[in-house]
């Protein structure tokens, strides 16, 4: 996606560049042609009238002209200088010459022939601006994305290769795609059994959980074409060109039907239709335009319309009736066995060490998506061939776990005493105050090695796929979040920058707690989504907000105060983990036990 959008731009300079090189050789043309025609037009020059006078008086010695040209050179008697002059017209001229001559007034009279090469390199010449305009012209209309055919050059469509096979779990979602198959291998049956199946399937889940993967093996299995497009690809400045890509596109899907036509990212044209204008406006008519094409089917018309989001609740109501997008899947995140098949069908093509198994590498990495799992193994295979290992080794592994979760290390970067000392004593409190906190003991690295943006980390263990997490969890996630700042607050008697992604993660995780979750024992269950509605808060009255606003700050401030009294109560073992961590910058899960014995 992003790659063909750069591309997109790559595309539009090029044109910008070689409009304005068009433009500039147009002009130069122009002006040469100004010019020869001024110079020409000296007193070389001798006007039609002036020339008959001449004829009349005897004076015109020679005329010679060319085949389909208009202009005659002219020597006259007394005159050295040969002069030219425009003939009106050559048949009328050439009798003239002829009746002259039989009156006894010789005049040497020549018609040469024309020359070919001349005349076409003249006529090509002086046509050149035109065509340059024209190519301009043409140029610019594609900078604009007119034309083209509606770009229907955008929807790509290709013969997809991929199978169910390469999709890893999702076992319900591939059963229940089957029948989409089935229709597209065999339209007739299901016509004839007077079965409907879906036209449009919504696909729903997180980017990278493999909603086009999954849309690509239906077209692979049922081996027909895949229409992909956008959905940001229609928002375009132009009123109505989002509209006319959309019939365009189902225009070229009816021709080549049966298909499957894929619109990713369809909230950006099928979010509620509002009664603003401009962009809004622009976006209403492509949705409307999507309905109608969505309703337009004939029963012939084989094509299945699959679209993606990760906000459905986003799309306007309209979008989901019967005979639209009336079916609804939702992709979750994988869970364990999810992911350790995801893992396998992207190691097939890798050398692994023989003591690496799939399924630990499954265990560490719960809530990554399909995605990141098979960026983690290719990002594992970059780091072993730069390393020059003989194949994939467990520290390669870990390694591009970490690059994928918290960054690249940064090695190059220079560290003050000073800064070293405050991230070891925040990543040391983070470690500390979650080591007596039951839900957040599981550590597994602590680090002061910058990666990405963070000056350290505190890893913890992930190995347990859970669907449900408690209040008690979450407050104590806040209480661990908040263990940094404790840390320096309550050693330096400073606070530093270095906290603010954990404050940010703690605030959004206590306001989800307040209007996600109903978990406020003051506000009690309730949901407000303010992403949703923005009005939603305004509806519910002014003291309602400032109760959850007291809320999360009620919250964050106790998490906070228990942080600040655990490190109190552990001052030793924070200074000791702090030390070693400014000794040995990582500290693993065994050495730490072992230091908070
Ligand atoms: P989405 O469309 O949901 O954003 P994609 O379908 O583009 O996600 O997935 C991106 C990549 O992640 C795929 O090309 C594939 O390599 C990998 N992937 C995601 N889910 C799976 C899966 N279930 N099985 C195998 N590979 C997957
Ligand atoms: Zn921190």
């Given at each position: ?222 081996n027909v074409p895949f229409i992909s497009m956008s959905g940001s690809e229609f928002i375009e400045m132009f009123a109505g060109l989002g509209a006319s ?143 020059e290992h003989e194949e994939i080794t467990k520290n390669d592994i870990e390694d591009a776990v970490k690059k994928v979760t918290v960054g690249l290390e ?101 306001k989800n707690m307040v209007i996600k979750y109903g978990m406020s024992d003051t506000l009690g269950p309730v949901f407000i989504d303010t992403e949703k ?65």
């Open positions: 996606m992003d790659e063909r959008k750069s591309q997109k731009d790559k595309k539009k300079q090029f044109y910008i560049i070689l409009a304005s090189v068009l433009l500039l050789i147009a002009i130069a043309i122009l002006v040469v042609i100004l010019v020869m025609q001024t110079n020409t037009k000296k007193d070389t020059e001798l006007s039609y009238t002036d020339l008959i006078k001449q004829i009349e008086e005897g004076n015109v010695e020679k005329v010679e002209m060319t085949a389909g040209s208009t202009t005659a050179k002219i020597k006259l008697k007394d005159i050295e200088e040969e002069k030219t002059t425009l003939i009106p017209s050559t048949q009328a001229f050439i009798e003239l010459i002829q009746e002259k001559s039989l009156e006894g007034n010789h005049i040497d009279f020549t018609q040469k022939p024309q020359n070919v090469f001349v005349k076409i390199s003249g006529t090509l010449f002086s046509l050149l601006p035109t065509i340059l305009l024209v190519i301009l012209f043409i140029l610019l209309i594609k900078l604009q994305g007119l034309g083209d055919k509606g770009k229907v050059y955008d929807a790509e469509t290709t013969k997809s290769k991929i199978k169910f096979d390469d999709v890893a779990g999702l076992e319900e979602e591939k059963q229940e795609m089957i029948e989409i198959v089935d229709f597209l291998k065999e339209p007739k049956k299901f016509y004839e059994m007077g079965a409907k199946i879906p036209r449009g399937v919504l696909l729903c889940g997180q980017p990278g959980t493999g909603k086009t993967l999954i849309a690509k093996a239906i077209a692979g299995e049922a890509r959309v019939r365009k596109l189902f225009e070229k899907a009816k021709k080549i039907s049966p298909c499957i036509v894929f619109i990713d990212e369809i909230d950006a044209i099928g979010s509620r239709r509002t009664s603003g204008s401009g962009a809004e406006t622009e976006n209403n008519q492509t949705l409307n335009q999507l309905l109608v094409e969505m309703d337009g089917f004939d029963t012939e018309e084989t094509i299945i319309v699959l679209a993606a989001t990760n906000r459905p609740e986003m799309l306007d109501k309209a979008l989901l009736r019967p005979g639209r997008f009336d079916r609804q899947i939702t992709i979750a995140l994988p869970d364990l066995r999810g992911r350790e098949e995801i893992l396998k069908i992207h190691a097939k093509d890798k050398k692994f060490a023989p003591n690496i198994d799939m399924k630990d590498i499954a265990g560490d990495t719960a809530g990554f998506t399909g995605a990141e799992l098979a960026n983690i193994l290719n990002e594992a295979a970059i780091i072993a061939t730069i390393k940064k090695q190059s970067r220079v560290i003050s005493e000073k800064d070293k000392r405050l991230t070891a004593f925040h990543e040391a409190g983070h470690a500390i105050v979650s080591s007596t906190l039951q839900t957040q003991k599981d550590i597994k690295e602590v680090s002061i090695i910058p990666r990405g943006v963070a000056g350290g980390y505190t890893m913890y263990k992930t190995n347990e796929d859970k669907y449900y997490i408690s209040k008690t969890e979450m407050q104590e996630k806040l209480i661990a979040l908040l263990g940094g700042r404790a840390a320096e607050k309550v050693v330096l008697n400073d606070i530093s920058t270095g906290a603010s992604n954990d404050i940010e993660v703690a605030t959004q995780i206590a509605d923005p009005y939603e808060l305004q509806l519910l009255g002014e003291k309602f907000g400032d109760a959850i606003g007291a809320e999360v700050k009620i919250m964050l401030d106790n998490a906070y105060a228990q942080a600040q009294n655990i490190l109190r109560n552990n001052m030793d073992k924070l200074n000791k983990v702090a030390s070693v961590l400014m000794e040995k910058e990582v500290i693993s899960a065994e050495e730490f036990q072992e230091l908070i014995k």
